[in-house]
């Protein structure tokens, strides 16, 4: 960098200057695409499980919590929900009044269905003297929309997901905060702990902090548990440097330099900070009311079972290799677990002898361990379960995202658009080595697999950088394990209106 301001802002943020010159060095060389084997299917790479193997899973996860294990349910839920409403804010500047869009029409068929309701009905008999349905009698649909969005009324354009009315109960209407609180306390207790943690905005974190407040007293008493939940934010040593078209540093009218959050692979640093053992992880908008909760239960113990069982076969495997008693027969029982139930392929096995093959195996065996469950393909976003390269020219299960695949390779293209499944961002992960240690997980990330995007600020165009995603890229060396789940598990609200399916209400 080029002058002291620049180094004592890059200094601030704890970013070291070799990173900022990485950074720099990404946008004038780009990111490879990664080399594919095929997509992961049932036949090769998806376990399917029958109903007497589900309950052998639940039972393995049942026994692990009762060993006083910490355990952590660990939320992303830094988002603003300003993208559900997208809609309803071009609803807003549009030179009609009433609604036109198939849309536009099925929000406001469906209004008093939900949860939010009632607040905004409120809201509205506040700031414009009647309610939702008087309004739209007189044909002023857009005030109902700007008491949802706007500051006068709900706010709901600059709230994050995690914080609006999702799904209506009898005696309240919870957020999706509330529902993965709940869910909590039926899959992720360890005896009386149960462990969750957010990752917020710091803007939203004292709403997030005051709604916690308010509900622990009464969720420890309706569950008959102890509730630790605790919060943390994308941490600024994780920004990222942005460059102008040209690829320099993109400055400010003030001629500082601009930095920009470095996507949702930072959370690495904060699933790093955890001290636990397992860690489940699920996105905060994918959550379903108490009626449609035994799917999610069911899964996420059998998952959390077969991370057990991988995790405990791995590290007998590595105490075994470590005490060096071991015969050609045990390297090639070995072999057959990382090729047949990891599904890693290692090159040249063949040319290895016993000393330098027990090395490569427990190299692929000392390392994270994630259970992912995946989905079938039903065309709804998501990364896809991949077989693909890895830099040292082994072969290993990975979550993709489109940008990480040649769009010119036809081949590629085929495997992505005809994959079988997707992941909808649903995991289980062991974050401690056989010895009880935490793994550095900053180690097992594969830095070339970020990406750059277009973007603008006060109307000039630049370049910002995304490290790698935290269910791809920044989880690329972990030893991963795909697992077939029901669609019922993924519920996901991309728009307000799907709050408005069965499954929501």
Same mark, same amino acid.
């Given at each position: 960098?080029?002058?002291?301001?620049?180094?004592?802002?890059?200094?601030?943020?704890g970013?070291?200057?070799?990173?900022?010159?990485r950074?720099?060095h990404?946008?004038?060389?780009?990111?490879p695409?990664l080399k594919?084997?095929?997509?992961?299917?049932?036949?090769?790479?998806?376990?399917?499980?029958?109903?007497?193997?589900?309950q052998?899973?639940?039972?393995?996860?049942?026994?692990?919590?009762?060993?006083?294990?910490?355990?952590?349910?660990?939320?992303p839920?830094?988002?603003?929900?300003?993208?559900m409403?997208?809609?309803?804010?071009?609803?807003?500047?549009?030179?009609?009044?009433e609604?036109?869009?198939?849309?536009?029409?099925?929000f406001?068929?469906?209004?008093?269905?939900?949860?939010?309701?009632?607040?905004?009905?409120?809201?509205c008999?506040?700031?414009?003297?009647?309610?939702?349905?008087?309004?739209?009698?007189?044909?002023?649909?857009?005030a109902?929309?700007?008491?949802?969005?706007?500051?006068e009324?709900l706010?709901?354009?600059?709230?994050?997901?995690?914080?609006l009315?999702?799904?209506?109960?009898?005696?309240?209407?919870r957020?999706p905060?509330?529902?993965?609180l709940?869910?909590?306390?039926?899959?992720?207790?360890?005896g009386?702990?149960?462990?969750?943690?957010?990752?917020?905005?710091?803007?939203?974190r004292?709403?997030?902090?005051a709604?916690?407040?308010?509900l622990?007293?009464?969720?420890?008493?309706?569950?008959?548990?102890?509730?630790?939940?605790s919060?943390s934010?994308q941490k600024?040593?994780?920004?990222?440097?942005?460059?102008?078209?040209?690829?320099?540093?993109?400055?400010?009218?003030?001629?500082?330099?601009?930095?920009?959050?470095?996507?949702?692979?930072a959370l690495?640093?904060?699933?790093?900070?955890?001290?636990?053992?397992?860690?489940?992880?699920?996105?905060?908008?994918?959550?379903?009311p108490?009626?449609l909760?035994?799917?999610?239960?069911?899964?996420?113990?059998?998952?959390?079972?077969?991370?057990?069982?991988?995790?405990?076969?791995?590290?007998?495997?590595?105490?075994?290799?470590d005490?060096?008693r071991?015969?050609?027969?045990?390297?090639m029982?070995?072999?057959?677990?990382?090729?047949h139930?990891?599904f890693v392929?290692?090159?040249d096995?063949?040319?290895?002898?016993d000393?330098?093959?027990?090395?490569?195996?427990r190299?692929?065996?000392?390392?994270?361990m994630?259970?992912?469950?995946?989905?079938k393909?039903?065309?709804?976003?998501?990364?896809?379960?991949?077989?693909a390269?890895?830099?040292?020219g082994?072969?290993?299960?990975?979550?993709?995202?489109?940008?990480?695949?040649?769009?010119?390779?036809a081949?590629?293209?085929?495997?992505?658009?005809e994959?079988?499944? #997707? !992941? +909808? =961002?649903?995991? $289980?992960?062991? @974050?401690?080595?056989? %010895?009880?240690?935490?793994?550095d997980?900053?180690?097992?990330v594969d830095?070339?697999?970020?990406?750059?995007s277009?973007?603008?600020?006060?109307?000039?165009?630049?370049?910002?950088?995304?490290?790698?995603?935290?269910?791809?890229?920044?989880?690329?060396?972990?030893?991963?394990?795909?697992?077939?789940v029901?669609?019922?598990? #993924? !519920? +996901? =609200?991309?728009t $307000?209106?799907? @709050?408005?399916?069965? %499954?929501?209400?």
């Amino acid at each position: 960098m080029d002058t002291q301001k620049d180094l004592a802002q890059i200094q601030k943020k704890g970013i070291t200057q070799e990173q900022i010159e990485r950074q720099l060095h990404s946008f004038e060389t780009g990111f490879p695409f990664l080399k594919l084997k095929a997509a992961a299917s049932p036949e090769n790479g998806i376990l399917v499980l029958n109903e007497a193997e589900q309950q052998t899973f639940i039972k393995r996860w049942q026994q692990y919590k009762s060993h006083g294990h910490r355990i952590t349910k660990f939320v992303p839920a830094s988002g603003a929900a300003s993208r559900m409403f997208k809609n309803l804010f071009a609803f807003l500047d549009a030179p009609y009044n009433e609604p036109t869009t198939a849309f536009e029409k099925e929000f406001f068929a469906g209004i008093k269905k939900f949860a939010f309701y009632p607040a905004l009905d409120d809201a509205c008999h506040v700031s414009a003297g009647q309610g939702v349905e008087a309004l739209m009698e007189a044909g002023d649909y857009k005030a109902v929309v700007r008491n949802l969005l706007s500051a006068e009324g709900l706010n709901y354009g600059q709230l994050p997901k995690g914080l609006l009315q999702f799904h209506t109960y009898p005696d309240e209407a919870r957020t999706p905060l509330e529902e993965h609180l709940v869910e909590a306390a039926l899959y992720a207790a360890s005896g009386y702990n149960i462990d969750v943690h957010f990752t917020v905005s710091p803007e939203h974190r004292p709403l997030f902090q005051a709604l916690v407040d308010r509900l622990v007293p009464i969720y420890n008493k309706r569950y008959g548990g102890v509730f630790h939940v605790s919060f943390s934010e994308q941490k600024p040593s994780t920004d990222t440097i942005a460059v102008n078209m040209d690829n320099t540093p993109f400055r400010d009218k003030d001629g500082s330099l601009l930095f920009r959050p470095g996507g949702h692979g930072a959370l690495i640093q904060n699933l790093a900070d955890l001290d636990s053992d397992v860690v489940f992880i699920k996105n905060i908008d994918n959550v379903v009311p108490d009626r449609l909760k035994d799917d999610t239960i069911r899964w996420k113990q059998v998952l959390a079972g077969i991370l057990i069982d991988y995790q405990n076969i791995a590290f007998n495997y590595i105490k075994k290799l470590d005490s060096g008693r071991y015969s050609h027969n045990d390297l090639m029982e070995i072999v057959r677990f990382v090729r047949h139930r990891l599904f890693v392929d290692i090159p040249d096995l063949k040319d290895l002898e016993d000393t330098n093959l027990a090395i490569a195996l427990r190299t692929k065996l000392n390392r994270p361990m994630r259970v992912c469950g995946v989905v079938k393909n039903v065309g709804e976003p998501g990364g896809g379960p991949f077989l693909a390269y890895n830099p040292d020219g082994s072969v290993s299960p990975q979550i993709l995202e489109s940008s990480q695949i040649d769009s010119g390779n036809a081949e590629y293209m085929k495997m992505f658009t005809e994959g079988t499944h #997707f !992941n +909808p =961002v649903d995991l $289980v992960c062991a @974050l401690r080595d056989y %010895q009880g240690g935490k793994f550095d997980l900053p180690k097992y990330v594969d830095p070339a697999t970020g990406f750059i995007s277009q973007k603008s600020k006060s109307g000039r165009d630049l370049k910002a950088l995304e490290l790698p995603g935290l269910w791809n890229g920044a989880m690329s060396d972990w030893s991963t394990i795909f697992v077939e789940v029901p669609l019922s598990t #993924f !519920n +996901p =609200v991309k728009t $307000v209106n799907d @709050l408005l399916r069965e %499954q929501h209400q």
